[in-house]
């Protein structure tokens, strides 16, 4: 049985006898041996699924091997072409090889050591050409689905576009999606994007900060209440499950909850029946749910401060927001933003920071994530005179507020440690994100794009199977080798 994992070598020739020993004798490399007694055949193989190497004899009838790989050239250019030809074809072969048709010859009568040393070169040469288109792609897809800003976000780091995309698959489903990451980190800006892409768009958003209600007062927030129920209920009040009927309901820091209205709100969730406080009468709402947390959820669970049970009903997408010490360049992208937007609001007018300004920002671990810096922002607009935002007012401005400043920020930067941080691929001290995680992060996508399919994500990077099985299984070997060392 063909192992797609493997390399394959393609034989093409129209004497079956030289098929059939060229295939005895490549049975000593660890690849798949195809053989076709045409070049019309051939090039029905390699549509099909794309090979590595092409041995293919010059003469042919209706199609010689020139026009063979020629036309192989113009379909898979990772293939590495090489044909068996006699005396008399070589100033033809020379030809095509100065043309690029072709990497290689091999002479009839040929020796078999000499073709086994020559298709195992031709097998090296093309793992070090698939690298090559792969990375191109990669590289390529990666700049196409690259998005600078998306639905209220600003930022083009790699873990945003992770950000952007996983946002982009979940919001036209009617799936609750549960939100983790940081305090400041964006959480309810990705709610209210989920929103905006969902089919309940033009319906009610309504989000309630759990830890910012009385715990007293929160199954009034969320179930309303009638006149009467409790003292100071002087009339009927709607609580979000009505107001946010046909829309989304957002519950940040729902581990703040008390632990008996989750048991209330699981209930709710599982029919979309609810009562409000002091009434007997049951009401019903159609609300997708969006919550959020900046605890670790397994934690919270264990503290009981979140029902194991009510995580699991909410937690039907994961959506990991990270902090901006993992969103490499993005932190300054915001802060330009932010510049523009408070010297509007303050009316004042800034040509922009200066280079050491600028310097200090990138490099900074900011710990409260984008709030922190926005709100060190404003205030360094509202405490500059201008033209320019210096190093010295954002200084003081964190300095204002407790914040330490080492000399070396970049080395308090936040440390990927979970399953979800995990997901997500480093980036360089200097914050530049290297080839090999831009083209593990391509695939990864493309393979996602593609319902896991990797003959189908093969497929639209333009290469071969093989070599997309052969980088998963690099991956995974590193893998292997990283747990052995911890």
């Known amino acids: 049985m063909e192992n797609i994992n493997r390399a394959r070598v393609l034989f093409v020739d129209d004497e079956p006898d030289v098929l059939r020993s060229l295939s005895r004798i490549a049975r000593k490399l660890d690849a798949d041996v195809l053989t076709a007694n045409s070049g019309k055949e051939a090039l029905e193989i390699i549509e099909h699924s794309p090979v590595d190497v092409i ?4 003469r042919m009838p209706e199609m010689d091997g020139n026009e063979l790989l020629t036309q192989v050239a113009k379909l898979t250019p990772e293939t590495v072409r090489i044909v068996l030809t006699g005396y008399a074809d070589m100033d033809m072969v020379l030809g095509a090889i100065n043309s690029g048709h072709i990497w290689g010859y091999l002479q009839k009568p040929w020796d078999n050591y000499e073709l086994i040393i020559k298709l195992k070169q031709a097998l090296q040469l093309q793992q070090v050409l698939a ?60 709610a209210q994007a989920i929103h905006q892409l969902s089919k309940r768009a033009e319906k009610p958003f309504i ?66 029946k609810f009562q409000k406080v002091g009434s007997g ?17 397994q934690l919270a669970i264990q503290d009981n401060k979140l029902r194991e049970d009510l995580y699991y009903r909410l937690n039907v997408i994961s959506l990991y927001m990270p902090p901006l010490s993992e969103r490499e360049h993005d932190g300054l992208k915001l802060a330009e933003h932010f510049l523009h937007h408070y010297s509007d609001v303050e009316d004042k007018s800034f040509a922009g920071f200066s280079t050491d300004a600028e310097q200090l920002i990138s490099d900074y671990s900011w710990p409260g994530n984008v709030r922190q810096l926005q709100n060190v922002i404003h205030s360094a607009v ?27 920020a970049s080395n308090h930067r936040a440390v990927a440690s979970d399953d979800k941080r995990a997901e997500m691929p480093s980036s360089h001290d200097d914050g530049q994100l290297s080839l090999a995680e831009i083209e593990r992060r391509a695939i990864t996508q493309t393979i996602k794009r593609c319902s896991g399919n990797v003959v189908k994500a093969a497929s639209e990077l333009e290469v071969s199977p093989s070599t997309l099985y052969r980088k998963i299984q690099q991956w995974q070997e590193s893998s292997d080798e990283l747990n052995e060392h911890n």
Do not use: W
Request: glycine fraction near 8%; proline fraction near 3%; charged fraction near 20%.
């Open 382 to 408: 509202v405490m500059s005179q201008g033209p320019m935002i210096s190093k010295k007012i954002i200084a003081s401005q964190l300095e204002a507020r407790g914040a330490s400043m080492p000399h070396q």
């Open 55 to 58: 041995v293919t004899d010059m």
């Open 131 to 190: 690298e090559r288109t792969l990375m191109r792609r990669t590289i390529e897809q990666y700049q196409y689905y690259r998005k600078e800003n998306f639905e209220g976000f600003i930022g083009d780091s790699v873990a945003m576009q992770f950000v952007y995309s996983s946002i982009e698959q979940c919001a036209p489903s009617q799936a609750s999606v549960f939100i983790t990451g940081p305090s400041g980190s964006g959480k309810e800006v990705a």
């Open 281 to 297: 009468k049951e009401e019903h709402a159609d609300i997708r749910f969006v919550c959020a947390t900046n605890r670790e959820p």
């Open 207 to 272: 989000a309630l900060n759990c830890a910012a209600i009385p715990s007293e007062l929160m199954e009034s927030e969320i179930f309303g209440h009638v006149k009467g129920a409790f003292s100071g209920a002087v009339s009927n009040r709607d609580g979000a499950a009505s107001l946010a009927n046909g829309g989304t309901l957002f519950l940040d820091e729902i581990g703040e909850m008390d632990i008996n209205l989750q048991a209330k709100l699981l209930r709710f969730i599982q029919d979309g």
